[in-house]
Nanobody, 114 residues
Framework: QVQLVESGGGLVQPGGSLRLSCAAS????????MRWFRQAPGKEREWVAA???????TYAESVKGRFTISRDNVKNMVYLQMNSLKPEDTAIYYC????????WGQGTQVTVSS
């Protein structure tokens, strides 16, 4: 059974940091590109960051220099380190696995507010 389980969301003040985690199981993790998406209230889901199967990372312009995606192919985990958080980063963050099939997690809420 395929599972992607996100954790680490919460409430943080502007300028603060959070680290999201995504635990993957049920598929060959190392063969998949792992991505983070987010969806703010009333907005479309948007891509945030990706780590391909070779570990090459890419970022949306809105988070470049502030967010870092990383993966552990032994533990089947992907992480999103988020620094210098802004109120506009408030969203539900989703973990995504992509190869010839695609899987989604259930999401974790991140709220940036004073």
């Amino acid at each position: 059974q395929v599972q992607l389980v996100e954790s680490g969301g919460g409430l943080v003040q502007p300028g603060g940091s959070l680290r999201l985690s995504c635990a993957a199981s049920g598929f060959r993790f190392s063969n998949y590109a792992m991505r983070w998406f987010r969806q703010a209230p009333g907005k479309e889901r948007e891509w945030v960051a990706a780590s391909n199967s070779g570990g090459v990372t890419t970022y949306a312009e809105s988070v470049k220099g502030r967010f870092t995606i990383s993966r552990d192919n032994v533990k089947n985990m992907v992480y999103l380190q988020m620094n210098s958080l802004k109120p506009e980063d408030t969203a539900i963050y989703y973990c995504n696995a992509l190869s010839w099939t695609e899987y989604w997690g259930q999401g974790t809420q991140v709220t940036v507010s004073s």
